[in-house]
């Protein structure tokens, strides 16, 4: 098949991953091929490595028992719509659902001081998972998208619009958030959960 002036683009995966053979043989190739007079340019493009568990935009990873990360946000307005935030949840999802909370969001709500002394209360509650924190620092945003973007099978529970603009750009993680006095699900395939309202 003759190249009518097009640039030859290959799809590699990063230059640390290739082999010195598989580097060789890609060079030899690109000198026959400029040899012949069929390629003119040569562009390398690295598609980023996306996980296995996810089907276009369906994430496989997901199911009950649900694994929901917490935002400090998000237990303060559920406290102030007065819901209990493990039966709320499972009332929104139809299955049980196992809280989440990150070091760092521990952090956040114990320097917010005495007035928010209830959110605390309940994020020491037994029912929720405590995650370890091994990355320098205490922003509680940064640690929840990192988190999210390497472990695949949680839900986030937020109600920040900037935190729920970042993950919005990582596909496959659903959104817990609060409207009308009740939690509701984002992005969350059809399969799972309560019906959107």
């Not at 990063?14 to 007079?37: T, W, Y």
């Not at 946000?73 to 499972?90: E, H, R």
């Not at 002394?117 to 940064?142: M, S, W």
């Amino acid at each position: 098949m003759e190249n009518r002036g097009f640039p030859f683009i290959s799809f590699l995966p990063p230059a640390n991953v290739i082999s010195s053979h598989e580097k060789f043989l890609c060079d030899v190739e690109m000198h026959q091929l400029r040899k012949k007079g069929t390629v003119k340019t040569c562009k390398l493009i690295h598609c980023p490595k996306y996980p296995s568990c996810l089907f276009f935009q369906y994430n496989t990873q997901l199911g009950p028992p649900y694994h929901i990360l917490v935002d400090t946000n998000f237990i303060n307005f559920s406290i102030k719509a007065k819901l209990d935030i493990v039966q709320s949840m499972m009332d929104c999802l139809y299955a049980k659902c196992i809280p989440c909370i990150t070091d760092c969001v521990m952090a956040e709500i114990e320097k917010l001081g005495m007035k928010y002394r209830v959110a605390l209360r309940i994020a020491k509650d037994p029912r929720f998972e405590r995650l370890p924190c091994t990355h320098k620092g205490t922003y509680a945003d940064d640690c929840l998208v990192q988190r999210v973007t390497q472990h695949k099978c949680y839900i986030l529970a937020t109600v920040d619009r900037d935190l729920k603009r970042r993950i919005r750009k990582i596909p496959g993680v659903p959104i817990m958030y609060i409207s009308n006095h009740r939690f509701n699900i984002e992005r969350m395939p059809d399969d799972y959960g309560a019906p959107r309202f």
